[in-house]
């Protein structure tokens, strides 16, 4: 950051408070070099190219929606849904294992009661063995064939016996009714485990009770079946570099929000004025929109420094060269900076920018203005005088105090009550003017003022 940006941006500063409450400027200018110079002086942001056309939507009508109630009460539940899915899917599973074990024996039965050749029938025994595998049923009995060896080595026939898997069809044999009878008996006797029904399933069982009590629908707003057209603006998806803002720009009134999903009458990345709406996730925060008058392009920012910033810079800059011009030198005073005229201390903040724009004649006028006031201050030391003359005699006299005298009071207070005039005529024009102070601290006029006031009050006047 280069010394001369950095005296500049003190000077920027030191006029801030003033000029945060400045009016927007007809135009200002931006450039990448500037942009350079102020982005370290902020927080990271991000500027979108935006566009100004006509969109097509769909208004709000009247209509029955979801009331507020029913949707709170159902996301509620939706909290506890997965538990009870996963109770109705379980309880499904252990239902389907049901069902094939009769499919299983229903298949079996069918061979064994059907008088057909072991060929034509073995398709119930394949198509039993084929639901057997899918739903993973092992029939395991015990071993009671004796093998010769075993036979001939064991001197114990109370010996126990091996288990084998028990199988419905075999491709390489056939098997025995005996068999059949045995695997139908084992599988028939198979248990299942129910499901268990947790806290969360209970949860969701009771609070779907619960919606079938509350009402269901309200008057709201839905979307009409008529299709409007309206201007809009709207931002692009992407951002780009700040460094393609140059030109000449006017800063679009208001703030802008930009919505970030479709809702209510507006769109995706649509920029709204309605300050009704609230930071969230539907909705950004108040930013400035910008136009380019040389182009016609339209840029949404988002933050609001950096037109401000760049506003205040160039508002600063000019009220400097205006009094440069003119012959002035700035001086700081304290966290204020002014200059000093013939008669005044001026403060070079928005006021005095604004009226120095509108007219550069602006301190002489008010330093011939202030010189006119100064010249009928003077007059009212001998005006003060008298008065105070008029009010030490009645302080001491109250009733006894003659009416010769009150008379002459009364028209000395008339005739200071006209310079007062007369004054006032001058410094009403600067009544609400607190860009100045005086370089004279007299309190001439004060005095003045208090001896006016008090004889007007003790005459009535």
């Known amino acids: 950051m280069n010394q001369n940006f950095k005296n500049l941006l003190t000077l920027f500063m030191i006029l801030n408070i003033s000029l945060v409450k400045a009016q927007q400027l007809s135009s200002f200018t931006i450039t990448p070099e500037l942009s350079q110079k102020i982005l370290p002086t902020l927080r990271s942001f991000y500027v979108f190219h935006a566009s100004y056309k006509e969109i097509e939507y769909h208004a709000l009508d009247t209509g029955q929606v979801i009331s507020k109630n029913y949707k709170l009460t159902l996301e509620e539940a939706n909290k506890y849904k997965p538990a009870y899915d996963a109770y109705l899917t379980e309880q499904k599973v252990i239902s389907d294992k049901k069902l094939a074990v009769q499919s299983i024996i229903g298949n079996v039965n069918s061979f064994l009661n059907s008088d057909d050749k072991y060929d034509i029938k073995e398709h119930y025994l394949i198509e039993a063995q084929q639901i057997a595998d899918s739903n993973d049923f092992k029939v395991v009995i015990d ?48 248990k299942f485990e129910e499901p268990k029904r947790t806290g969360n399933y209970n949860e969701y069982v009771n609070i779907s009770e619960e919606l079938k009590h509350i009402k269901k629908t309200e008057t709201g707003k839905i979307e009409s079946t008529k299709t409007s057209k309206r201007f809009a603006y709207k931002v692009d998806s992407l951002s780009i570099n700040i460094n393609t803002l140059e030109g000449k720009f006017i800063e679009i009134p208001k703030k802008w929000t930009v919505v970030y999903q479709n809702i209510h009458n507006y769109f995706k990345n649509e920029l709204i004025d309605n300050m009704d709406v ?7 925060e ?40 003119l012959g002035y030198k700035e001086y700081l005073d304290g966290d204020e900076l002014y200059i000093k005229s013939k008669t005044s201390e001026v403060k070079l903040d ?34 003060s005088t008298t008065l105070d003359k008029y009010l030490s005699l009645y302080n001491m006299q109250r009733n006894r105090m003659s009416t010769t005298s009150i008379n002459a009071w009364r028209i000395a207070t008339a005739q200071a009550q006209k310079l007062n005039d007369q004054i006032y005529s001058l410094r009403e024009k ?22 006016l006031l008090a004889s007007k009050g003790v005459l009535g006047m």
């Open 143 to 190: 071993d009671n064939r004796i093998k010769l060896k075993s036979l001939l080595d064991t001197q114990n026939f109370n010996t126990s016996h091996d288990k084998r898997t028990l199988m419905v069809y075999y491709k390489d044999k056939h098997i025995s009714k005996n068999e059949l009878k045995l695997y139908t008996e084992a599988i028939a006797k198979m």
């Open 286 to 325: 108040a930013f400035p929109l910008i136009k380019n008058i040389d182009t016609n392009d339209y840029y949404y920012v988002m933050t609001n420094d950096y037109v401000k910033s760049i506003k205040q810079i160039q508002q600063q800059q000019e009220i400097l060269d205006i009094v440069h011009k």
């Open 350 to 383: 928005f006021y005095t920018h604004n009226q120095l724009s509108k007219n550069p004649a602006y301190i002489n006028i008010l330093d011939n203005d202030q010189i006119k006031i100064a010249s009928l201050v003077k007059l009212t030391i001998s005006h």
């Open 430 to 451: 600067y009544e609400s003017n607190y860009s100045f102070r005086l370089i004279d601290k007299s309190n001439t006029f004060s005095i003045f003022l208090d001896n």
């Open 278 to 284: 609230h930071y969230d996730k539907e909705f950004s």
